[in-house]
């Protein structure tokens, strides 16, 4: 008997990551994230864990690749259910699930409440985050991490089993991918993706499969430019910018960005008000900046690198990424645009250019009253509110009022699911108000609160695009043909067999078809494979 691999989801899905392992002979029993479904039509058996094919009393461990809730949902349903083990993950993983754990316990429809996250062992192994390093969590079986690129925490993980000191196997799991590359980075200020070890088998994601993002859309500077325009738009209406974000990552993004647009031109913004309204985010947000200051040595070359503050940060802000004086310096700055406390003493002769120089903190935190929920107001503003898609959170409280009004723009920041009020709202976006008086729908909040008739929406509707936290195609297939060592120009795969999941089926194809082409344009061997529901246990031998 040798190690398997069954993949119990998302085959054909994007939501409900959940991969499991196991040896008969060993004993080595154990999941690789269990993540709740989201959206779709089988979300609520999923969900419910009652059409799990393992027993969660029998598992060792998991291995918890990043923080959303469709890789780490039903974390809890398995210590209701009998599991004993430990969560591996980084330290940051371990926090920011907690956060989002918590949160989504207050949902409705949660299988879980927030009693029951007591139970969970998050255990980081060492104690902190260390990137490739070999952690046992058994006799001749380990684990390794490597940053992804997708959110704070996220990581790529690979399984090794054998005797260290003979022959080992090894499978490496994406992960949610992130992005950008080193030196090409297209989140505001996460750092790049590690490419991982090539090993015998991988496992990568699908979401953009299908999808390759024009340079538009990859440039930070054009992503920028689109929320100036935005902003710009505000000052001349003296209307409000509202922009709904996902409080994990995006909320972080566009902070930083709008920070970085303003200090680009302090002068243009004189007078406009800036407001967070997110209590998720702003725990978020402190989580954020204490990763932000972690370093750690690199391997034997005697380097000390940040673990998650990308070099863009110092490239965009003229600052030496070597220079420890300047690191706690981006470090502050990126501080001041996560925080909501009142403005410190600048300093007097700060490094870097002139955007470093000129940047300062802007956003306060709404009032709990609600009173500043109002359609007429005194002067520009931007208002940044959770939650992404606008069905829940802040977002209810605030878009009944603001969309009434042609002064204020509703500008969401990505994808919103068919059936969501944001999806709602991009529909209107196109339709001009003379054209929307002819609508005799209404919107229609689940959570408690007002309907509005979509006759009365009055605001103009955009999508501020580039803050995507998923790798497009041609960055999935990076992942797994590519440069190793990075510069050498020597092409290889990231493994001989790659498993393609999480995504649906139109995206795995492309994906698949995409893989190939590059691998055959390279010279390279490499097989590809679609699981689905029926395919069972798959064994997983020395390959390499």
Not at 206 to 230: E, F
Not at 324 to 346: I, R, V
Not at 360 to 376: N, Y
Not at 437 to 457: N, T, V
Request: proline share 8%; with cysteine; aromatic share 8%.
């Amino acid at each position: 008997m040798t190690m398997q691999i069954r993949f119990v989801g998302p085959l054909g899905k994007v939501t409900g990551s959940c991969a499991w392992m196991r040896d008969e002979v060993r004993r080595w029993n154990f999941l690789v994230d269990c993540g709740m479904q989201q959206g779709e039509p089988t979300a609520e058996q999923w969900n419910a864990g009652n059409e799990w094919p393992f027993d969660p009393k029998e598992l060792g461990f998991v291995i918890l690749t990043h923080a959303h809730v469709d890789h780490c949902g039903l974390i809890p349903e398995l210590y209701k259910r009998g599991f004993k083990g430990r969560v591996y993950c980084t330290q940051e993983t371990k926090e920011l699930a907690k956060l989002l754990l918590c949160d989504a316990a207050n949902l409705p429809g949660t299988p879980f409440e927030p009693d029951d996250l007591d139970r969970i062992q998050f255990h980081t192994p060492n104690g902190e985050t260390k990137f490739g390093h070999y952690h046992p969590v058994a006799d001749d079986l380990f684990i390794r991490f490597f940053r992804s690129g997708h959110i704070l925490g996220a990581v790529s993980a690979t399984v090794v089993w054998g005797d260290p000191k003979s022959e080992q196997t090894s499978i490496v799991f994406s992960g949610d991918i992130g992005p950008g590359t080193e030196d090409r980075e297209a989140p505001p200020f996460t750092r790049h993706l590690m490419h991982p070890n090539p090993a015998d088998f991988a496992v990568v994601e699908s979401t953009y499969g299908d999808r390759v993002r024009s340079p538009n859309d990859m440039d930070p500077a054009k992503r920028r430019d689109r929320l100036a325009a935005a902003m710009d738009r505000a000052m001349e209406q003296g209307g409000t910018l509202a922009i709904p974000a996902f409080s994990t990552g995006r909320t972080q993004d566009v902070l930083f960005d709008i920070h970085f647009v303003v200090a680009s031109d302090p002068a243009r913004y004189t007078g406009m008000s800036f407001i967070l309204d997110s209590p998720l985010a702003k725990s978020i947000n402190d989580l954020t900046v204490e990763a932000l200051g972690k370093v750690e040595p690199q391997g034997n070359n005697g380097k000390v690198r940040p673990l998650w503050l990308g070099k863009q940060v110092f490239r965009d802000l003229g600052l030496d990424k070597d220079d420890p004086d300047h690191f706690d310096h981006a470090h502050q700055l990126c501080n001041q645009a996560l925080s909501t406390a009142p403005e410190a003493h600048a300093p007097t002769d700060p490094p870097g250019n002139a955007i470093s120089a000129q940047w300062r903190p802007l956003f306060k935190s709404a009032k709990k009253d609600g009173s500043e929920i109002v359609t007429v107001q005194a002067g520009p503003r931007v208002v940044v509110m959770s939650s992404g898609m606008c069905d829940g959170g802040p977002a209810v409280r605030w878009l009944p009022a603001l969309l009434t009004s042609a002064d204020n723009e509703i500008a969401l920041t990505g994808y919103c699911a068919p059936g969501s009020i944001g999806n709602s709202l991009q529909e209107l976006a196109p339709i001009p108000n003379s054209e929307r008086r002819k609508l005799r729908d209404k919107l229609c909040w689940k959570q408690p609160g007002p309907s509005l008739p979509r006759r009365e929406i009055k605001a103009s509707i955009s999508t501020l695009s580039g803050y995507s936290a998923h790798a497009d195609q041609a960055e999935l297939v990076d992942w797994v043909v590519h440069d190793f060592p990075r510069g050498s120009g020597k092409r290889q795969t990231m493994a001989t067999k790659v498993f393609i999941q999480h995504g649906d089926d139109r995206a795995r194809k492309a994906l698949s078809k995409a893989i190939l082409s590059k691998a055959d344009e390279h010279g390279l061997s490499i097989e590809t494979d679609r699981p689905e529901d029926s395919s069972g246990w798959i064994p997983l031998g020395p390959q390499r």
